[in-house]
């Protein structure tokens, strides 16, 4: 798994100490707002194995998401396929903070790095993102990063069931506008063109 790092960020590999961190955002009714149901610790823990082994598996994926300064977890953030029952294609970016890392513009910083590893490394024409209707922090990161939405995109979620967090917006954006702005993250050692500046995160 590679590492990407920012001014202020290290988006690397899971490790054992992550865990509990990971399992209190899951269990965070805030956190999960828009998400659906608290997550149990074993399920917590279950999720971190199938990123793991996802990312190992593809070369892309959900990276731990570390604050450089402190060196403390604070989510994840990253790039997944979009799942065979959506009513879209593609590859997706999705971001999960802590509650005590909102409001420093870490989502919009890691977002940033996701998608120039997703445009110069993978060479993805397109990157998508998905939230509900109501996730309006998660909404704006989408567009600070450059992203777009048509509203004829929007869409009810078929893995969720009826009630306010099956209603979804779709944003795009792709390599034309990805490289209309400036920036740079580090991987690897090596400089990687990032967009634009951060922003408020989303969760």
Do not use: K
Request: overall charge negative.
């Amino acid at each position: 798994m590679p590492e990407l790092r920012t001014d202020r960020l290290l988006l690397r590999r899971w490790r054992e100490s992550d865990l509990e961190p990971w399992a209190a955002m899951n269990a965070d009714p805030e956190v999960r707002e828009h998400l659906g149901e608290l997550l149990t610790r074993e399920q917590s823990d279950a999720a971190v194995a199938e990123m793991q082994a996802e990312f190992d598996g593809r070369g892309f994926g959900w990276w731990a998401l570390e604050a450089r300064e402190s060196g403390e977890f604070i989510g994840r953030v990253g790039l997944d396929e979009v799942s065979d029952d959506m009513p879209f294609a593609g590859v997706d970016i999705g971001w999960r903070l802590a509650r005590s890392a909102w409001g420093h513009g870490y989502a919009t910083e890691a977002a940033l790095a996701c998608l120039a590893f997703g445009f110069e490394t993978l060479g993805l024409p397109e990157v998508l993102a998905s939230t509900t209707v109501n996730n309006l922090r998660s909404q704006a990161v989408m567009r600070r990063i450059g992203m777009t939405r048509d509203p004829a995109d929007d869409f009810d979620d078929p893995s969720v069931p009826e009630g306010p967090l099956r209603p979804c917006v779709l944003y795009r954006t792709g390599t034309a506008r990805s490289r209309s702005t400036s920036g740079s993250a580090v991987m690897s050692g090596c400089c990687v063109p990032l967009a634009g500046t951060p922003g408020p995160p989303g969760h």
